[in-house]
């Protein structure tokens, strides 16, 4: 990946957007646990959980 579609890449992801190239596939989306940084979505139990969650719903939906 070029550098400037990695930064287009990450500012869309900053901004809440889902990138147009992010695969070949419209089943796609962006999700916010509110409160949680990056790192913390590894170990914060309510963190995890609600990852957890959400990835389960939408891999059932989507696969």
Do not use: C
């Amino acid at each position: 990946m070029s550098r400037k579609k990695a930064m287009r890449t990450l500012a869309a992801v900053i901004a809440g957007e889902v990138p147009y190239w992010a695969t070949g596939t419209q089943d796609k989306e962006i999700y916010q646990i509110k409160g949680a940084s990056h790192i913390r979505t590894y170990w914060v139990p309510e963190y995890v959980d609600d990852a957890v969650k959400k990835l389960n719903t939408f891999f059932s939906k989507n696969l």
